[in-house]
């Protein structure tokens, strides 16, 4: 079965700080690539995703993440966060051709303070 | 995009008793999905709702403990049948588009909290 681990489970960084979180998947077959955002008292929104093509992906508000197929890997970057991207930030991936279905890492609290 | 809505946001339930989550899209969607996420972890698929068939359940969950309905395109429920504190959890109801390469939109989830 496939699975996803996020290794950074709680990162507390200052604001300007950069961000790397990582991402690795199990499955050695084509799947596509999610990374979701849940801010304080919202839902899940998409942030950015990966199906083809270009192996670096840009997302909102400045994200991007790149996909690394040799390394099962799809890590999310952004150059200076700022206080506002404290949240929840799950990735998740699919199989393709296995029907939608989310397998999602467990996810990683980042808070960034002033 | 899609906007889904959820009913009801939050309960409290005893132990034994059931409780069906609604979710409603604004817009008719091929997939729709109900997850859960336990406290402290991140989100298991429970099952996909297929129009007008039966739910397709993922390993370790079954339809007597969550039976689905989905009665059309832009609606379905799940219920959590005699609930145990084990089933404390938000409930998330998810759409997609259409099938294949396509994002899934998340509904704000249900909190769940069984005494």
């Known amino acids: 079965a496939q699975s996803v681990s996020q290794h950074n489970h709680h990162v507390i960084l200052s604001e300007a700080a950069s961000l790397e979180l990582g991402c690795n998947y199990s499955?050695?077959?084509?799947?596509?690539l999610f990374w979701y955002v849940q801010y304080p008292g919202q839902h899940l929104q998409l942030l950015l995703k990966y199906f083809s093509g270009d192996p670096l992906v840009k997302g909102i508000k400045g994200f991007e993440a790149e996909f690394i197929k040799s390394k099962f890997s799809f890590n999310l970057r952004k150059p200076s966060v700022q206080w506002s991207d404290t949240a929840e930030y799950f990735c998740?991936?699919?199989?393709?051709?296995?029907?939608?279905?989310?397998?999602f890492g467990t996810g990683t609290q980042l808070k960034v303070e002033l | 995009s899609a906007v889904i809505s959820q009913k009801p946001s939050r309960d409290i339930c005893q132990r034994g008793t059931s409780l069906t989550i609604q979710c409603q899209v604004d817009s008719q969607v091929t997939m729709m999905f109900w997850y859960r996420q336990q406290p402290g972890q991140s989100l298991t698929l429970i099952a996909t709702a297929n129009q007008g068939s039966e739910a397709t359940y993922e390993s370790g969950f079954v339809i007597d403990k969550f039976p689905i309905s989905r009665p059309n395109l832009t609606f379905s429920t799940l219920t959590v049948s005699n609930m145990s504190p084990e089933d404390s959890s938000i409930y998330l109801c998810?759409?997609?588009?259409?099938?294949?390469?396509?994002?899934?939109?998340f509904g704000p989830g249900t909190r769940l909290l069984v005494l």
């Open positions: 499955y050695g077959g084509t799947v596509n």
């Open positions: 998740a991936v699919n199989e393709a051709g296995g029907g939608n279905k989310l397998t």
């Open positions: 998810s759409v997609a588009l259409r099938v294949g390469r396509e994002t899934q939109y």
